[in-house]
């Protein structure tokens, strides 16, 4: 990570978290001064963890608003709440600023009219010359076939709650917002998070449907990562100078087989660990991230 951008983070942290994170703690702001200072879980008005069984109709998975009213409204740790807030600023910020910045360098790539002044040509760029570029229609037989999938899921699975226009949106979200992701990426080293974009607009268009809200931004957030983890590895095999098909055919190899795998392994872990994921797991597998995941899917 380059050293200007570790002064932002730390910057940024010492702000925030460091003086801002007391001062509106201790002045009960968002009434948040009879929870955990520091926490990713979800409260109720007495403090203990928010129960959503209360509040969701078990059978159609529906929010049900009379049991919300005489149950509580969901409460944030401050420092969730903060990270929230600054969440908002993320997404029209990387978009303006790849538009303004790169976007002309874009516009023409996209095109396939680049202007000699728009790649950097060194010694690995004249090396990797004598190999073939991967053809587009590759790239586009895997989306077919990633959309056909996803299309498939949603429409034989009727349990994810998850309609074809949320598969749909969710995709063209991650196919607007992957392009300034890889910038940032490649210049600070960070990958920068759209997650609260991503509930807002399920949670606005299909209100009530917390499994809705999750499935799309699972389905968002994955296109995003899994296409950025792509063009890593295709930035680490122009420096190794692995030919790009080879690339190609090695990443997508790669994700299936990893896909497999992790599915086969949370299904051994989740039916031969007791109480996995549970805040008192005696191994300490409490699954900080999917926690997080868990909370958010709420708000």
């Not at 790539?109 to 000699?116: C, L, Q, S, V």
């Not at 994810?160 to 940032?184: E, M, Q, S, T």
């Amino acid at each position: 990570m380059p050293f200007w951008a570790q002064i932002h983070v730390f910057g940024a942290f010492v702000v925030f978290y460091w003086f801002l994170l007391p001062i509106l703690y201790y002045n009960n702001v968002w009434k948040s001064a009879h929870l955990p200072i520091m926490g990713s879980a979800g409260y109720d008005r007495f403090a203990q963890p928010y129960d959503v069984s209360r509040v969701l109709d078990l059978q159609t998975l529906r929010l049900n608003q009379t049991a919300y009213d005489e149950y509580s409204p969901l409460y944030l740790p401050i420092s969730f709440a903060i990270t929230y807030t600054l969440a908002w600023t993320i997404p029209p910020a990387l978009l303006m600023q790849t538009i303004f910045i790169f976007g002309p360098v874009v516009y023409r790539a996209i095109r396939g009219r680049p202007k000699p002044g728009d790649y950097v040509t060194d010694i690995h760029s004249k090396l990797m010359k004598r190999y073939a570029e991967v053809p587009l229609w590759w790239h586009g037989a895997a989306f077919v076939a990633g959309l056909a999938l996803a299309t498939g899921a949603a429409l034989v699975q009727p349990n994810l709650h998850i309609p074809l226009p949320a598969v749909y949106l969710a995709v063209l979200l991650a196919a607007i917002w992957i392009i300034p992701d890889c910038y940032i990426i490649s210049s600070t080293g960070l990958s920068v998070a759209i997650n609260l974009l991503v509930q807002t607009i399920p949670g606005a268009l299909w209100q009530g449907e917390p499994l809705t809200n999750m499935v799309f931004k699972v389905y968002c957030i994955m296109t995003m990562s899994s296409g950025g983890v792509f063009a890593k590895g295709f930035k680490l095999g122009h420096y190794m100078k692995i030919p790009p098909k080879y690339a190609f055919f090695a990443q997508l190899f790669g994700i299936l087989i990893g896909n497999a795998w992790q599915i086969l392994i949370q299904e051994r872990l989740f039916a031969a660990v007791p109480d996995v994921c549970e805040p008192d797991q005696q191994a300490r597998l409490t699954c900080p991230q999917a926690r997080v995941f868990y909370t958010a899917s709420i708000v």
